[in-house]
Every structure is written in C-alpha cells, then in structure tokens.
C-alpha cells in the first residue's frame, strides 16, 4: 500500500512510529505500508522507492522536514503526489480550520477526484463538506475514512456506518469530550473549583493551553454534528445547535449533585421530535442508574437508538496523540479488507 502522508505534526509521527512498531500485525494482514511522501506546510519528503521511515522518525521534531537529507525539499507539495500518480491512499492530518476547512479539504477532494482513497483526522472538512465529498468519493470508486473526526480511539462513525447498516437512528447522545469529562470527575474527587481542576488538565496534557473549543462545549458540538450529518443523512450547521458549556460549574453544585448520588457530564444530544431534528450540548444531570454516570476520566461514550437494532451503546477510547494515530491505522486496515464507508460503491 503506497502512501503519502499530509501533516506531520503529533499525530503524523505518531501514526508512522505505529506503522513502524504495528510491522508483523500488518504483514499479517497482508499490507506492506510503503511511505512515498510526508508534507508539511513548508515542503516535503519524497522517496520513490519508499522513504526509510525507521531513520526518519528520528528526524528531530523542531526541524523542518524539507531540510531532511538527499530527499527533502521546499518544491515536494502535493502537486507533486498528484502529478506521480503513485500513491494508493492519503492520510491528511493537516490542522482544523473550522470557518474554511483549509487546506485540507482541498487535498481531500482532490486526492478522491484523483481516485486516491483518503482518510483524514480533520474535523472541518467532513463538518462543512461531507456529502460533496461522499459523492465525489462514490464517483471515483474510492474511500473515505473518518473515523479519527469524532472521538478518536472511540468507534463512535465506524460503528454507526457498519454496525447499524439498514437501521434509521432515531437519537444520539454521549459523552464526546474526554477533556470536559475528566475536569468534573477530577473537581468531584479532589474538591477543587473549575479553574484548579482545568490547571491540572493542562499540566497532565489532557486540557490544551487554550481550552476554549472543549470546555466551551464546541468539540463535543462538532463531533455531534459530524455524526448527525453522516448517521442521519442530515444537513445540519453548527448553528442548529443549543450549545454550553462547563465553565460555569461550581464544587458546591457537584457536591450537592453527589448527595443524591447524582453528576454533571457534558451531554451531546441529536433527537427527533415531532418529525424535525433537535441538537443541543450541555452539562445535564445523570443519576447512578443512567449509563453515563459511570463513563469516568477521559472515556466517552456513544449511544445510538434505532428502530429495528434497538440501542447500540460504545464505551471508552484512550485520548492523546498515539490514540488517535491508532484510528488511522484502523480505517487504513478496513479500508484494505474492503470495508466499504463510502457505501453504493460496486465491484467491477
């Protein structure tokens, strides 16, 4: 399987220190992972036979990868991958822009039009183009794997896509943001306000420095959509969504709540009502007879109600940069078995 790989930030050298370390699981399953490109924003690294990826690993982080000896350059871009035609799929790991979807929704349509399988962790471009992207990709006979877009290790797209095939989802709710849930339990446990348990996020690397996008509800709010959007055929805007967040939340609030032996989590929530789509995000009430309530640290969990499968229900997913690597990896192998996300595509 010939690659090029678009973004090599945590996540890109994670995912191919995971090839690296994954060799006999994936020989047994009969991929040969070839890395024929890495990009990044200033150039790239090309090698037609396969680039070393044993010595470049090593290659220091701080570094730009156009500097990489003998075969890294400020003129290898993507135009280069496309004008080769020598790759079989790409892994566009490039960052979020959530107002655009740029620049990687442009190396995503163009790698499908080109008849390239993609498979991407960027949120934005499946949030702002997925059904122009799903047609394009169903056009080309390619595919196009998401499943890092909405919890990472968390199964949550893959399984609604698969294991849901032929049943129409009536509701989705979950606990999508291991950041915001990990911040409640550890002000529960350990007594402290918000800002003392955000603090203690940030240190241990779970919070990032500016922690706006989870604690504000807004990941959980794009996970939610993204998963609406594709689950439920719908076409929903971040607008439609009643959003808030946990930065209002006090320890006496919590304590009071434990009392009754009752918590706060951060719930992501698409329902039917009355014939017409309702989403909201919010810290809601959970008691110890609800499932959630024992969804702890930085798990997360996925619900799917359906009206023919019943309810479906995915717990867990470890966070950080190697988890999410891994859920490269995981559509990558589904991809090569012939699971099919891009569904309508028939075999020639």
Known sequence: MRIAIIGYGGVGRAFVRLIIDKKDELYKEGINPIVK??????????DKEGIDIEKFID??????????PEIGSKSITF?????????DIVIEMTPTNLETGEPGLNYIRRSLENGIHVITSN????????KKLYQIALENKVQLGIGCTTGGALPSINGGIIDLAGANINSIEGILNGTTNYILEEMDRSKIEYPEALKKAQKLGIAETNPTLDVEGWDTATKLLIL??????ENKTIEDIDVKGITSIKLSDIEE??????KYKLIGRTTILA???????GPEIVGSDNLLYNVNGKDKVVKYTSDTLGDLTIIGGASGVIPAAASILRDLINIHRGYK??????DE
């Open 59 to 68: 290659f220091p982080s701080n570094k730009s990868i156009c500097e990489y």
């Open 257 to 262: 709540l434990s009392k009754k032996d009752k």
């Open 228 to 233: 609406t959007n594709v689950l439920m055929n």
């Open 275 to 281: 014939g017409k789509i309702k989403m909201t995000v």
């Open 79 to 87: 135009d280069t991958v496309l004008k080769n035609k020598d790759v």
């Open 37 to 46: 490109y890495v990009l990044g924003s200033k150039g790239g690294v090309y």
């Open 123 to 130: 949120k934005a471009p499946i949030l702002l183009a997925y």
């Open 341 to 346: 996300y891009i569904r309508g595509i028939r």
